[in-house]
């Protein structure tokens, strides 16, 4: 009989404990729905901004035809600054809504005092796909469009000014060559191209390099400094700078005059690809699959290795002919003899022994 008065009395206090409980953080329940509550509005203001901003007003064309489509719709200031003509200046758009189609039907008029209805607006009618076409092409253009208009008729501009024929019939045939830049002796092994003089650079099999004034069409400064052939160049990212690989050494030179900066020595190869990306990390690549990783600044090697040829393939096919770093810097890109592009990247277990 005692066994059950205890355990009556459990019940009482477990019954007592949850009611308390309950009390105690009711008010926390509470507020958490409330800020769920908030937290889906502010969520669905957020998509609704951002799926249905441009279309949640309805276009211009569309209200001027409801208000009566004679009058021709005024530009604001927004529309001076953003609309377009046809021919890609900014100005003003005035759309013609006498010729706007008028789409009636779609729902049934409403029969109301002092409204005259025939037999067209009282009954449910059909909208044709014709005016939904006209009625889309009368409207104004979208954002996307807009620039695109503007981009599209830079690049007109640029091409117009450089004496270039823009018409679709002119661009849509073969190339032509316009201008010819002599002055090597034998191949020429490699071109790079920037913004700023010298525009071009190239290195030939006679073992100089050139500096080109491409308004000119002549050589700025030819650089002898090479004995072997120059296969390959590469210029800095960020820097005005670029190197040169030949079998004797690697040069680092300094644009517009072509100063020389220093060596990279060490590579004991036919150098064939250069790479640099903005962590100045050097890469060279030569002709017997040897790779050197070198230090921009200061000229140091701190790695070298050997590219390994796919199986199948012979020991003299493990040449390097092009490289390049990805756009992150990260990754690098080489082209080889055995008929494969390798892709390097920093090995994340490495040691750094200093």
């Known amino acids: ?70 009058k021709r719709l005024a530009p604001t200031s927004e529309d001076n600054e953003s609309n377009l003509t046809t021919n890609g200046d900014v100005g003003n758009m005035q759309i013609d809504t006498e010729h706007i189609p008028q789409i009636t039907g779609g729902h049934p008029y409403p029969s109301t005092p002092g409204v005259t209805l025939t037999s067209d607006d009282a009954t449910e009618g059909q909208i044709s796909d014709s005016n939904i076409q006209k009625l889309i092409e009368s409207l104004p253009p979208s954002h996307a469009q807009r620039e695109a208009a503007k981009t599209s008729h830079g690049v007109v501009a640029i091409r117009q000014k450089a004496g270039i024929n823009a018409t679709p019939e002119a661009t849509s045939g073969s190339l032509q060559c316009i201008h010819v830049l002599s002055g090597h002796s034998t191949t020429v092994a ?107 600044k200061s000229g140091y090697k701190f790695q070298s290795m050997e590219t390994t040829v796919q199986p199948g393939s012979l020991e003299s096919e493990a040449g ?19 008929k494969t592009i390798k892709i390097w990247r920093e090995d994340p277990e490495a040691v750094s022994i200093c």
Not at 262 to 280: K, M, P, S, T
């Open 190 to 296: 490699d071109v790079k191209c920037q913004e700023a003089d010298p525009q071009i650079l190239t290195g030939s099999m006679d073992s100089t390099i050139r500096l080109w004034d491409l308004a000119a069409g002549k050589t700025l400064t030819t650089l002898t400094h090479h004995k072997k052939s120059v296969r390959a160049l590469a210029l800095h990212p960020s820097e005005f700078t670029f190197a040169s690989g030949s079998a004797d050494n690697i040069k680092q030179w300094k644009c517009p005059e072509g100063t020389f900066m220093q060596n990279f020595e060490g590579h004991r190869a036919i150098i064939n690809a250069l790479a640099v990306n903005a962590d100045n990390v050097l890469f060279s690549g030569a002709d017997n699959g040897s790779m050197v990783f070198w230090d921009w």
């Open 1 to 70: 009989m005692a066994s059950t008065d205890n355990i009556d009395s459990m019940d009482h206090l477990l019954h007592r404990s949850v009611k308390r409980t309950r009390v105690m953080f009711q008010s926390g329940v509470a507020d958490s729905s409330l800020l769920e509550d908030e937290s889906q509005k502010f969520r669905l203001r957020i998509k609704l901004h951002d799926e249905y901003d441009e279309v949640k007003e309805l276009p211009k064309a569309l209200l001027a035809q409801q208000s009566g489509g004679q």
């Open 320 to 338: 390097i002919f092009a490289c390049t770093f990805d756009r992150s810097g990260l990754r690098l890109i080489t082209c080889e003899a055995d």
